[in-house]
């Protein structure tokens, strides 16, 4: 078996070994597995509504798996694209709220503000890792903290009090009648679109610019890089600088399309960390976060549908989720298994 | 509330909030001092909140006043053996201990709600009928001053967190055990000629932190809360993961900062109550923030020099250099 094909299958193996404990847990919880994944199925498939919904829910999932995987090829582990999504869901919803401009100048501005607010997010952990050598992964952890309450709290100060933003102003909004109505009325809006020329903007940078050479380059090896004159501790601010603006972007979606407000918030919104899971299942690569995003995207939302449709808790699908994190990340005994599997063929 | 009055609310509140954090700051020493990364102390914390209250809203009539203890027993099992999988993941699998520590932290809320749900058939417990108890130590609740302030309404758990942290420092400084458990997590190639098992260290260490972080979910739920719902725990494995990072990585030390961020706690929910002209002033958010932003100011070494493990997060993989 060629490294290729290794590499492929093991977020395949790790999905089916994820399903597979999944419906172990529902048979010994006493659900039927069967039922259940016909649920799932149809909460994603079922109609056009559920479809609509899917991809709607898809959108915000592939740029957080954009904002870790960028991040990930500089060799930076970007955990904070939890606090990144709310401080951009915030400017968005604030900028969105506040101005009067006409559409073509307005919603840009907008989605601007969103990236902008989650470039700053990722610029305090960049330049701590650049200049300093603090790891980014707990200063991340700590800005997602920082990040819920500051939004809280001017949450609470622009609407005077109340945990609740005003409605943002329809020149600003991604709701789309036409997708609305395509899909059975559903909240489907153009934010899928937005996500999808942000992964070409990813593979562009990476693969056809000098600044993606080097940003790749810096993480394969930081030293090598350095010695070809290259300029490290640049590329590592940058890279968490574009990913918190993927991050940011991925709050506008919520803040410009799914809701057009913001509510205080009581913990995080999950999305950040699914994106993770999205970048690992999708191997870093534009192309392959589409698929890690459409997986995770339609789980989280077939899921709503298992409670009414099988009795089932939403949370099992959270449990599979997990497992095929857990899986992905185990990979290497994954390849050790296929391996010991292709020596056995060759000898016989 | 006079000056002395706010004193006496204050710092026994803080103690108590600082009593889960230390448990589980120090747990999450000893698996970062063995060289792994130890993200999913709060789904650990999750699964021994979730664990203490069903113990406790089952067995409630076998044990009477003794359940709080024996749930905390009982969460502390269940949560070492959750480690486990981190442990597997990370030290046998060769995982990265940061994935892994992401996945054991969807992996324990998912499992705690969906059992809660399979249980009760709605998203929270019941309350519980025994809390652990608040003692007023006999005598020395007398002194003057001192006494109001450390020894009456003190929760014992918070009188075992303390001690905890003096018997780490004891364990990690003083025993064979402890010189292993730290030479692997420096140098595990060194460790290994001298012919210390790198792995079996590694694994108890992860599956001490896990028992630790168990027994700290369960003091939060049963001190503070009362019931277990999907917002129990919400960040306080990850506070307790700052309070390791700002003690860096010293159990004397956590003790410390987790002490100083059950004060900020304390300070972010009552601010808005305490008489004191200059506290009614700052907003509630920066108590909020405090312990995050002093993190990231330690690590930046604006708070003396934090010194990280040398092998943390490193899988040793036997022959390679």
């Known amino acids: 078996m060629s490294n290729r094909v290794v590499s492929l299958l093991v977020p395949v193996i790790s999905i089916i070994l994820g399903l597979l404990v999944g419906a172990i847990v529902m048979l010994f919880s006493g659900y039927d597995p069967v039922n259940g994944y016909i649920a799932l199925w149809n909460g994603i498939f079922g109609d056009s509504y559920a479809i609509g919904e899917t991809i709607r829910q898809i959108s915000p999932y592939i740029l957080a798996g954009l904002a870790v995987a960028f991040a990930f090829r500089t060799g930076l582990f970007n955990i904070g694209v939890e606090g990144q999504l709310m401080v951009g869901w915030f400017a968005a919803v604030y900028v969105g709220a506040a101005f009067e401009l006409p559409m073509i100048i307005h919603l840009p501005i907008t989605l601007l503000a969103a990236a902008l607010a989650g470039a700053i997010w990722g610029l305090v952990p960049g330049i701590l890792k650049a200049t300093l050598r603090v790891h980014e992964v707990i200063v991340t952890i700590m800005m997602n903290y920082v990040a819920l309450h500051v939004v809280n709290a001017l949450i609470k100060t622009v609407s005077g009090g109340s945990y609740k933003t005003e409605k943002i102003q329809p020149t600003a909004s991604l709701r789309s009648d036409f997708l609305s109505n395509l899909t059975d009325y559903s909240t489907l809006h153009y934010g899928i679109f937005v996500a999808l020329a942000m992964v070409i903007v990813m593979w562009f940078i990476l693969e056809k610019t000098k600044t993606g050479f080097e940003l790749k380059s810096v993480g394969f090896n930081e030293n090598a890089s350095q010695y070809a004159g290259m300029n490290v501790k640049k590329n590592i601010v940058l890279s968490m600088v574009i990913s918190g603006a993927f991050a940011g972007l991925a709050g506008a979606m919520e803040g410009l399309g799914t809701f057009g407000s913001m509510t205080s918030q009581g913990g995080f919104t999950g999305i950040g960390f699914d994106g993770i899971a999205v970048a690992l299942l999708g191997a870093n690569t534009p192309l392959g976060v589409i698929f890690g995003a459409s997986l995770f995207g339609s789980l989280k939302y077939g899921a709503n549908n298992m409670p009414n449709a099988a009795n089932i808790p939403l949370e099992i699908v959270s449990i599979v989720v997990a497992l095929i994190i857990f899986f992905v990340a185990s990979g290497y005994i994954i390849r050790v298994g296929l391996q010991r599997l292709n020596k056995k063929k060759e000898a016989k | ?321």
Request: no cysteine; hydrophobic share 55%.
């Open chain 2, 1 to 321: 509330m006079s000056f002395l009055e706010v004193l006496y609310f204050i710092i026994p509140t803080s103690i108590a909030y600082a009593a889960p954090l230390i448990f589980t700051a120090i747990g999450g020493v000893f698996s970062e001092r063995s060289g792994v990364v130890n993200i999913g102390l709060e789904g650990l914390m999750v699964m021994g909140a979730f664990v203490g209250i069903v113990f406790n809203l089952a067995f409630v009539n076998v044990f009477g006043g003794w359940t709080p203890w024996i749930a905390l027993l009982a969460a502390m099992l269940v949560a070492a053996i959750f480690s486990i999988m981190h442990a597997v993941a990370s030290v046998s699998f060769r995982a990265d201990q940061v994935v892994s520590g992401v996945a054991i932290n969807m992996l324990g809320i998912a499992i705690a709600l969906f059992s809660v749900k399979l249980m009760f058939g709605k998203g929270q417990t019941d309350f519980i009928q025994q809390k652990i108890p608040r003692i007023n130590v006999p005598i020395l609740q007398d002194i003057p001053i001192i006494g109001p302030m450390f020894f009456k309404s003190l929760y014992g758990t918070s009188v075992l967190a303390i001690a905890l942290a003096f018997v780490a420092w004891f364990v990690i400084y003083k025993t064979p055990f402890g010189l292993r458990l730290r030479s692997v997590g420096e140098h595990p190639m060194a460790a290994d000629t001298m012919g210390i098992n790198v792995a079996k260290i590694r694994y108890a260490a992860v599956i001490i932190s896990g028992g630790l972080a168990g027994i700290g979910g369960a003091i939060y739920s049963q001190t503070m809360t009362g019931d277990f719902g999907h917002a129990t725990i919400n960040g306080q494995g990850f506070m307790a993961l700052a309070a390791m990072i700002f003690g860096k990585w010293h159990p004397i030390g956590a003790l410390g900062a987790a002490l100083f961020f059950g004060f900020a706690q304390t300070l972010a929910i009552s601010a808005g109550s305490i008489d004191i002209d200059f506290i009614q002033k700052i907003p509630a958010v920066y108590f909020h923030i405090l312990p995050y932003v002093l993190t990231i100011l330690a690590l930046a070494g604006f708070i003396g020099k934090a010194n990280a493990p040398k092998a943390n997060g490193v899988p040793y993989i036997k022959g390679s250099r």
